[in-house]
């Protein structure tokens, strides 16, 4: 039998190796060959620890290659420390042991190739005809790359998840684990239907978040359809995007697949002055109208909506997110003169929006005279809304005149730069039926061009001004028993037609319901022909009072906070010292809504300071009513003093003597300018009195 020669070269090797161990330490201590067998020694367990820390196969073959030259360096040095040639010859048998070994495993020999030659002795079988394999179907002869290949292997392992097989595996460059696939299905004609993201990821070790499958459209060269799949493996982009993802994963991630769905980033802009930073994103024109969940966004950006930090701006298919550094609507603004002049369009600056835009309210529009609506509850800031629009008014040149159902420190300071203010709903109602007889006087005056128009600031040549009355606490005043059915009826007929003679009525209250004693016709004139501003609506009221305006369900706002400042930190603290909380703060006086579109905008109005004076904010001189007007209103008998007592027949003819005494002059709602009383509205009847009133007009006791 012939043996190879790298095994006879080995066991030679071996046999005159071990008497060189044996007697080299001890005929030669300081001997060059004890150096050499040492080094050796240390190579060789340097090849055991770069064996044990590879990751390819084959670790025990090459432990077994290097073991010859660790084992005699270990025999060198124990035959050097031993005396002589050690106990019963101790170095002899030690070298001998280790050529015996040597000569036993042949560790080059045996463990360098994987198979053995065969020996030359043996009968090389004749070659038969055996029938070709079919080939596996995970590993199609296409001359696929070596990455493709392992791929297949490593599919075929698996099962081959929804009976597919691997055409085309491609790395992600800079991701060691990251690829994508090309599959097809196994059959011809096949679609893939059981391919889930669950099995891929067992497949490949990850987590299903990182498997994503896509439809495969069809291209020159190549099939596509239910058939194919593309499949994304992307472990380490997923680790990246969840610790340092840009800006558009970011957005899509948190952003876009819930609070603003299908939302896309644009950009992000930050504005240092105004301390707030504005994200710009786009939803597909297939998606609609944007949908925004504010509650979720001001979660996603770590915020509350309750602190008044976020505000959304929706513009078509465009998205603009605002998040201030602190609340805009805690600012105060104070107003200006300058912003408070209204320009050639009749605007004027109201106050600031939430996201920082200018809330514009106007003194007239193309239909005429602007009439004005204003609902605030006590304290909400009414008043200093009120003094807002009254001064617009007058720097704009119109005729100021105001009118309260109770007496105000506040409006009474404003009463100074007003042609007319009283106090009561006797002086309410006087008003109301002065500019009821103004539309009929103003009807008939002639312009310049001896032609009579209707009022219209752009026309040149009016021979009256603009007339804004100015009726605060209204409805107080319209549900009272003796004056209230007229004071509502005649406001009614001025909403509807004074606009088109420069006259319109600024209404001011805390309701607009219909039932609090608006009526539809007088609610629908003034929301028509104003913009409304609503400030500081209880929760409960805000669905009810924007209905009431007449807002679409859709665009009804959630309610304001109670507070726009922070809460204060270190609470816990003070509950284990048992200190109590400090104030709270509410700051949200002139904050409200502004209802200028379908789409109330939040705004925090201007604040004019009553207590360092308000003359700075009012021009120098108060416009009156012409000449003509006066004339005409006291030849009618209702331009005088509206302060003085009820005059006699002022509210109906003077009782006859014969006549029951409990029916005074200046007691009942009568006809205006004389006459008979008037029938008491169904509607005005709020209180036992209203109804008894009613029922005297009906009887005529």
């Known amino acids: 039998m012939s043996v190879p020669r790298s095994v ?177 299905a196994c059959e011809a004609g096949r679609a893939i239907t059981g391919l889930k993201e669950d099995d891929i990821a067992a497949a490949f070790g990850v987590d299903t978040t990182d498997v994503h499958i896509e439809e495969v459209v069809r291209q020159y060269g190549r099939e596509g359809g239910p058939s194919w799949k593309h499949v994304h493996v992307t472990p380490d982009a997923a680790e990246r995007r969840r610790k340092a993802p840009t800006a558009h994963e970011w957005w899509a991630d948190r952003i876009g697949s819930g609070p603003v769905p299908g939302s896309q980033f644009v950009k992000e802009v930050r504005d240092k002055e105004r301390k707030v930073t504005h994200y710009i994103a786009q939803v597909p024109d297939e998606m609609g109208e944007p949908r925004v969940n504010l509650h979720a966004l001001a979660a996603a950006l770590k915020t509350k909506y309750d602190e008044g930090r976020l505000f959304v701006t929706v513009d078509g298919s465009q998205v603009l997110v605002s998040l201030w550094d602190s609340s805009p609507l805690a600012q105060v603004f104070p107003a200006t003169r300058e912003l408070l002049t209204p320009d050639a369009d009749g605007r004027w600056v109201t106050g600031y929006l939430g996201n920082g835009q200018p809330a514009r309210n106007r003194v007239y529009t193309d239909r005429g005279a602007a009439h004005g609506l204003f609902v605030a509850p006590s304290g909400g800031g009414k008043t200093q809304l009120m003094a807002l629009h009254v001064a617009a008014d007058a720097l704009f040149g119109a005729v100021v005149m105001l009118a309260t159902e109770a007496p105000d420190e506040k409006t009474a300071a404003l009463g100074k730069h007003t042609a007319r203010y009283g106090v009561g709903v006797l002086y309410m109602l006087r008003l109301l039926r002065a500019l009821d007889a103004l539309m009929e006087i103003r009807g008939q005056m002639p312009w310049e061009d001896g032609l009579v128009h209707e009022w219209d600031p752009t026309l040149p040549g009016c021979p009256y001004q603009m007339l804004s009355a100015y009726l605060d606490e209204f409805l107080s005043a319209a549900r009272d028993g003796l004056y209230g059915a007229e004071i509502m009826d005649l406001a009614e007929r001025v909403s509807v037609k004074g606009r088109k003679y420069g006259i319109g009525i600024k209404v001011a209250g805390q309701s607009i319901y219909v039932q609090d004693g608006f009526t539809q016709l007088l609610c629908e004139n003034l929301r028509e022909n ?172």
Not at 13 to 36: C, E, F, G, K, Q
Not at 166 to 173: D, M, W
Not at 545 to 555: D, H, N, Q, T
Not at 684 to 694: I, K
């Open 8 to 184: 006879a070269l080995e066991r030679t090797l071996y046999t005159l190796a071990a008497p060189v161990l044996a007697a080299a330490p001890n005929l030669y201590p300081d001997s060059p060959v004890n150096t050499v067998v040492q080094l050796a020694g240390a190579a060789g367990v340097g090849g055991w620890f770069l064996a044990y820390k590879s990751d390819k196969p084959g670790t025990g073959r090459k432990f077994l290659r290097w073991s010859p030259l660790v084992f005699a360096a270990a025999v060198d040095v124990a035959a050097r420390h031993t005396p002589g040639w050690g106990p019963w010859c101790l170095d002899g048998l030690l070298a001998a042991g280790w050529a015996a070994a040597g000569l036993l495993v042949m560790p080059f020999s045996r463990h360098t190739r994987r198979h053995h030659r065969p020996a030359l002795a043996t009968p090389v079988p004749a070659p038969q005809l055996e029938p070709t394999p079919e080939p596996s179907p995970a590993w199609p002869n296409d001359g696929a790359d070596p990455f493709t290949r392992q791929v297949r292997q490593l599919w075929e392992n698996r099962g081959m998840p929804g009976r597919t097989i691997v055409i085309k595996a491609t790395p992600h460059e800079g991701m060691p684990h990251d690829l994508s696939l090309l599959l097809r």
């Open 530 to 701: 104003c913009i409304p501003v609503v400030l500081k609506v209880a929760p409960k009221k805000v669905a009810d009072m924007f209905k009431a305006l007449g807002i679409p369900s859709e665009y009804i706002p959630d309610p304001l906070p109670r507070s726009f400042s922070p809460a204060e930190a270190g609470r816990i603290e003070r509950v284990m010292r048992g200190e109590p909380e400090p104030p709270a703060n509410s700051n949200t006086g002139g904050a409200g809504w502004i209802v200028e579109a379908k789409q109330p905008d939040v705004l925090r109005t201007l604040f004019m300071d009553f207590k360092a004076g308000i003359d700075d904010y009012f021009p120098d001189t108060i416009a009156t009513l012409t000449d003509h007007e006066i004339r005409e209103l006291e030849a009618r008998g209702l331009w005088f003093d509206w302060t003085e007592p009820p005059r006699p027949g002022e509210f109906g003819p003077e009782p006859s003597d014969d006549e029951d005494g409990d029916d005074v002059p200046g007691k009942g709602g009568g006809k205006r300018r004389g006459g008979t009383k008037p029938a008491a509205r169904r509607d005005a009847v709020t209180s036992p009195r209203q109804a008894l009133e009613a029922i005297k007009n009906l009887s005529g006791v």
